[in-house]
């Protein structure tokens, strides 16, 4: 099930960065993005209740897309807890998680209201029509089952630059969607969170690339 730029390509990238990573004190508090606007995406996006209006095919795929998304960056944020060494990526790692958690919901009321099936897991409902198949479950930024063990068996400095390494590409897929969406989405709530996904998530990947020593 690799593609051809899985871990190989990526632990190469961790080690260059490796020796120069993790200068973490230049970031200081590690809240370059200035608050998670995840929040506010939540609440912007209104309740499930009132997702019956106009969409289309695309908000269906977007939907459904972003669910299994994130919830694989949850996976690797729920990570961090008990194997980062750096308080700035277990912050990060903490406000990807309050974020995404509550879209998530959004998005599952969404496609209920729309009579769609909603993903139980990241790789449950396989490939999502219209969207770029860069990678192995269709989604542009998702890993591997590989890459998500590799990350499991890593802790301390290791895995913080393994944890950003992915999250920065996990992150780039996640705006490439999202930016399909504000181009082609109809239903205003959901064109709305692609905006403030990207927004949010192009602020964490500047913050990732200083904590990465890139910045």
Known sequence: MSTPRTFTRRAALIAATATAALVLAACGGGSESGGHSGDDSASSSSNATTAAGAHNTQDVSFAQG?????????????????????????????????????????????LKSWGEDVPTSHGSMGSMPGMDHSSHS??????????????????????????????????KGAVEMATA?????????????ADDIVTTQNAEITEMNKLLGKG
């Open 66 to 110: 972003m669910i299994q998304h994130h919830q694989q960056a949850l996976e690797m944020a729920q990570l961090a807890a008990g194997r980062a060494s750096s308080a700035e990526v277990k912050d990060l790692a903490s406000r990807i998680e309050k974020a995404q958690g509550p879209e998530i919901q959004t998005m599952s009321g969404w």
């Open 181 to 193: 969406e504000k181009n082609k989405g109809k239903y205003g709530a959901a064109t709305s969170m």
């Open 138 to 171: 269709g989604m542009p930024g998702m890993m591997d089952a590989k890459d998500m063990d590799e990350l499991r068996k890593m802790s301390g400095k290791d895995f913080d630059a393994m944890f950003l390494t992915m999250m920065i590409e996990h992150h």
